[in-house]
């Protein structure tokens, strides 16, 4: 049995401390979505410029260079324990850039998923491009695909539409990198700005799903769910990032921040002025099982 690192008094916030492909074979919960940030595997003595400084972009020993079948059989395993967490109408959404993406493509045919879309992260303040050798870096790739060919999955269809001016949102979306305001308990080297994390949720969730990480990191997935009324499980193998996603949680108790934190997110401001009542609860819902405790 899984032991929880951390769980939230309401209990719509879990994270386990370890590796995510022991801890997935060991509890036979089934999620209505994932969300998976994993290892790019890019953190080769590259550099980048922020704050207009030029820094090494290493992230961790987690994020080390691997040879290409090493990738796939890496992606391979963690998709395959995926897809037994999923219910049949589930969905996995998973971001990457072209290092990891056509790799992951790949397994999840492999593994019989059905890719539903490719959407393409266009960030409005894309750090520059230091060597002037290529075009500058200014997107990122999420594929988003279901568990079953025949099982109907969830998509919010109207509500994405109603976010985008009452007209269908495309694939492209064009949202901000994390800000200075999602730093206030510290920074995950590979951190996910919520806008991006609320807009997935939104799309493929209702009120009251579970929603699994098996890469949390500081947990901006758990946030995200929280603040739309759904609940959350995460794993994460390095106790600084639970830590941090501790913290972050925390802060969600305060009326006040919970708030500020609406305040910074487009989607989630668009929604409020709707006045939809029971989006954004946050009571636990009747269905009282947990993935772990």
Known sequence: MISSYYTSPNKDFLI??????????EFKFKFDMIFADPPYFLSNGGISL??????????????????????MSFNME????????????????????????????NCLTELDYRILNVVTWQKTNPPANISCRFFTYSTEFIIWA?????????????????LNDDKQMTDVWRLPAIGRWEKACGKHPTQKPLSLLTRIILASTNEGDWVLDPFSGSSTTGIAANLCGRRFAGIENEEEYCRMSVARRMMLDDVNERVNLKR??????????????????????????????
């Open 78 to 105: 963690w998709l395959r324990l995926c897809r037994d967490k999923l219910k049949d109408n589930g969905t996995i959404w998973i971001s990457g850039t072209y290092h990891n993406i056509f790799s992951v493509a």
């Open 16 to 25: 386990a401390n370890g590796d995510s492909l022991e801890l997935l074979n």
């Open 146 to 162: 279901r568990k079953c060919e025949k099982v109907p999955h969830k998509f919010n269809y109207d509500l994405m539409k109603r």
């Open 50 to 71: 922020q704050s207009g400084k030029v820094v090494c972009v290493d992230k961790g020993e987690w994020d080390k260079g691997k040879s290409h079948e090493e990738m």
């Open 264 to 293: 910074h997110i487009a989607d989630l401001r668009t929604l409020d002025q709707c006045e939809q009542p029971g989006l954004f609860a946050n009571e636990a819902v009747a269905d009282r099982r947990l993935p772990f405790t």
